[in-house]
């Protein structure tokens, strides 16, 4: 069933020669690229020593890609577009190469790769080649956002890129294996979040080549009629495009898009010229194609054109079996090269005429290199924000609300570049971000009661219960030259940790691309933590992101823990500046005491890791009995805590306080550029005396960062234990031991001078915890002394000075 009828045609019958000639050139090097290494243009018999010894890459995706391809080429010079291509099925490299090759945008790039024999000979050989480029629409391959390794994240990225990008048209073609994963089956829904005025337009184009790598697929064996319905329901013009012979599916394309193209221009008017506030019914394009489409129909006896068989390499010995040899050959030769290039190797002139020019063209278009339009971010002076701060915890600070006040004036200073935008699965407000609603609103095209609460078809903030359209909006939100936030429960945020993974790598081969531009910042707020699951209990109490994020490249991540809110303030400011990274800061958002002016979170902060002399009781003179360190909120006030416990009952001891900030600098600066020297680290953290590492996360990842340093044996980690459910704060931490008492035993067994005295002191912090127990469980909250504990001190050095 067909929408349109190919009578109404707008394509001659010498266009549609001329596009099909195209599209075989594009086929054409696709093949070539899987399999040649020397004979590109067939100028003389295929030999088994022409093909590659190891036959790799993806055929089956990609005749429909560069059908796809072909036909943007054309709308886009009707109507002198700017269209980026996302490829969902990015294992269709080959095609997004050979097409960027043919439109010139790859040789602009990559000038060893020449328009002619030479150059389309080492295209061949460069692809899934030692040395060469990947086998995926991969950074390397211009016009690319989006790698499609992984598959899923098509649409979100195109959203995300077409977000305060109003003469941007995405098209993004999506996979009917890949529409199969939650998180591209959620991000249909990202046309409720998209403004006809102020953001671009998507072109979904779902390509139903029927099969995955060894099955066939959801979608392609449901009828159109329900497909026409699902999308429907989505709020979606679905336009069929459904076929098999060339010439019959160039007229359908051709007319199919200049509908869409046409529908989407009626939108985009209504919106912006008439004020028409509904949200639009945007078309959609469902290509049903045969999977390995012009490809051999047949191999060994076997059905490939149209069937699974197709997804990788069709013919897979011509080296060392001469029928398959004769196959390959005659599949190649059937896009007849001699029509398609010249005598030097150079694709016809009239076939070139079909590509657009200069940016236009989808390879070069700039959005695709987004670093190259990023503008920087207007920061407000973060120290306009501070708490005041008379003593070390004299005051108690919400850090996040302090966080968000900041964002709300980033938000009001970058309101016309209209190039920032915060992200959240519904957790903004009760992350204590809400200072954000006094300039803003939730972006939402769906209705809007009177009685809901900052909703708008305007707004910075997103919103959406899928950690997977938040991570994928921002994504590509950044990779087209933007700024962003993604604010996340803490334990929720695992959610996404392959798309991280996939982001890090991009950003890994991106900053070995010099045409590559630096992009803003992947920036993670982790709050609602571990340690305050108040609500929640167990389910909500994780904090083992950060161990998956530094298993990445040390230049890409970083994981901040600020102690307090000023601390937060100055993070907040210096990743909001960074390019080319993925920032995690870890905050909580209950009320805790400050400990740090603003000069002094400053100082700290730029250091990433300092002795705390006011939280210290050490004379300066001497080396320390103990070192106490300390990284998160929560470790941080048990720290100090237990310091206070020591002073009462030990006043000798000499006790020296570290605090983390900056997670990386614990590895050694070979492994990390934030990193310590061993001369740096041994100064702070001794060669041989005991130190007590309170820590946010789970202990071995403080092992794992420092196990090389000269004293490592004699660093004893307080962490998540995978204790937890729904109790006090103190309890939480008394059950994972990274309490006051526990930390203040450990030191009194660590520390050999105490002598007979620790017996009786460890008795004393050993009743307490006895008391702290029998007494929440009857009271239902913490112990007054636990609730209402303060530092002391001041910043007094020495007890009693
Ligand atoms: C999330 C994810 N799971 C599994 C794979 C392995 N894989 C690679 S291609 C493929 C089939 C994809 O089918 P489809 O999206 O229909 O693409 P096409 O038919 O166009 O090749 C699979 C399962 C993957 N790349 N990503
Ligand atoms: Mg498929």
């Known amino acids: ?165 109003p003469d941007l048209i995405v098209a993004c073609v999506i996979g009917d294996g890949e529409a199969e994963t939650g998180a591209l089956a959620a991000s249909w829904h990202s046309n409720k979040f998209l403004n006809p005025v102020h953001d671009g337009a998507v072109l979904p184009i779902l390509h139903l080549n029927g099969y995955k790598i060894a099955n066939p697929t959801v979608l392609a064996r449901m009828a159109d009629d329900e497909l026409r319905k699902l999308f429907e329901g989505y709020g979606h013009e679905p336009l069929f495009v459904e076929g098999s012979d060339p010439a019959t599916m160039h007229r359908l394309m051709a007319e199919t898009l200049e509908t869409a193209f046409a529908r989407i221009r009626a939108i985009q008017q209504a919106a912006r010229d008439d004020g028409n506030k509904a949200r639009p019914k945007w078309p959609m394009i469902v290509l049903r194609s045969p999977k390995g489409w012009t490809g051999p129909k047949e191999v060994d006896g076997l059905k490939v054109e149209g069937f699974w068989r197709a997804h ?229 109490q994780d904090p083992g992101f950060i161990d998956h994020v530094v298993n990445k490249k040390a230049d890409v991540v970083r994981v901040y823990f600020p102690p307090d809110a000023n601390t937060l303030l100055w993070i907040t400011d210096h990743v909001l500046r960074t390019y080319d990274r993925i920032n995690v800061i870890v905050a909580g958002k209950q009320p805790a005491p400050q400990w740090l002016t603003m000069d002094q979170a400053a100082t700290h902060c730029d250091a990433g890791i300092g002795i705390w002399p006011w939280a210290s009781n050490e004379r300066v003179a001497n080396e320390p009995d103990v070192v106490m360190a300390c990284c998160g909120d929560v470790p941080t006030l048990e720290t100090l805590a237990a310091v206070d416990l020591l002073r009462q009952v030990v006043p000798d001891l000499n006790i020296r306080v570290i605090n983390v900030v900056d997670l990386m600098t614990l590895q050694p600066d070979t492994q990390h550029p934030h990193g310590l020297n061993d001369r740096d680290f041994d100064g702070m953290f001794t060669r041989d005396k005991p130190v007590i590492f309170a820590f946010h996360g789970y202990p071995h990842l403080i092992h794992r960062l420092t196990y090389s340093r000269a004293n490592h044996e004699r660093m004893h980690v307080h962490g998540f234990e995978e204790e937890g459910t729904t109790t006090t704060p103190f309890d939480m931490v008394v059950l994972n031991r990274l309490d006051r008492f526990h930390l203040a035993i450990d030191v009194i067994e660590r520390v050999p001078s105490l002598g007979v005295a620790a017996a009786a002191i460890k008795q004393q912090f050993r009743d307490a915890l006895i008391e702290h127990t029998r007494y929440v469980r009857a009271h239902g909250e913490d112990m007054p002394a636990i609730r209402d504990w303060d530092w002391p001190y001041g910043t007094a050095a020495k007890a009693g000075d």
Not at 389 to 397: D, I, N, R, S, W
Request: charged share 20%.
């Open 312 to 540: 990788q390499v069709p013919i897979s010995n011509p080296r060392g079996n001469p029928e398959h040899l004769r196959l390959l050959e005659e599949w190649m030769r059937g896009y007849q090269p001699e029509k398609l290039f010249d005598d030097a190797g150079r694709l016809l002139p009239e076939l070139q005429a079909l590509a657009p020019d200069g940016n236009r063209r989808m390879g070069a278009n700039p959005h695709a290199n987004g670093g190259s339009l990023k503008r920087e971010l207007k920061l407000p002076d973060y120290r306009d924000y501070a708490i005041d701060v008379p003593k070390p915890g004299a005051v108690l600070g919400e850090a996040t609300r302090e966080m968000g006040k900041f964002l709300r004036d980033v938000i009001t200073l970058n309101a016309e570049q209209r190039n920032f935008r915060i992200m959240g699965p519904d957790e903004t407000a009760s992350n204590r971000l809400d200072a954000v609603f006094e300039v803003t609103e939730r972006q939402w095209m769906e209705g809007i009661e009177p009685y809901d609460v900052h909703l708008a078809q305007d707004g910075r903030v997103m919103e959406v219960l899928s950690e997977h359209l938040c991570q994928g909006w921002l994504e590509g939100y950044l990779l087209t030259g933007r700024h962003g936030l993604f604010s996340c429960y803490e334990a929720f945020v695992h959610i996404i940790g392959s798309m991280f993974n996939q982001h890090a790598k991009w950003l890994k081969v991106s900053r070995g691309l010099p045409w590559r531009r630096p992009i803003a910042s992947l920036n993670y707020l982790l709050t609602s933590h571990v340690w305050r699951q108040d609500h929640n209990g167990f389910s909500h």
């Open 1 to 165: 069933m067909h929408d349109i009828s190919p009578n109404r045609s707008p394509l001659s019958d010498d266009e549609v020669n001329l596009i099909d000639r195209y599209w075989r050139a594009a086929n054409y090097l696709s093949v070539g690229q899987i399999y040649l290494l020397d004979n590109a243009l067939l100028r003389q018999p295929l030999q088994r020593e022409h093909v590659k010894p190891r036959l790799l890459g993806h055929w089956g995706t990609t005749p429909g890609l560069n059908f796809v391809y072909a036909h943007l080429n054309r709308a886009i010079r009707a109507d002198d577009l700017s269209v980026l291509y996302v490829c969902g099925p990015g294992h269709g490299g080959p095609g997004m190469v050979a097409n960027t090759y043919l439109e010139g945008s790859y040789s602009e790039i990559y000038p060893d790769i020449s328009r002619d024999a030479d150059g389309l000979q080492k295209l061949f050989r460069q692809f899934s080649f030692p040395g060469g480029i990947p086998s995926h629409a991969a950074p390397e391959t211009p016009g690319s956002i989006s790698e499609g390794g992984e598959l899923g994240y098509a649409l979100v990225h195109a959203y995300g890129a077409a977000f305060d990008n």
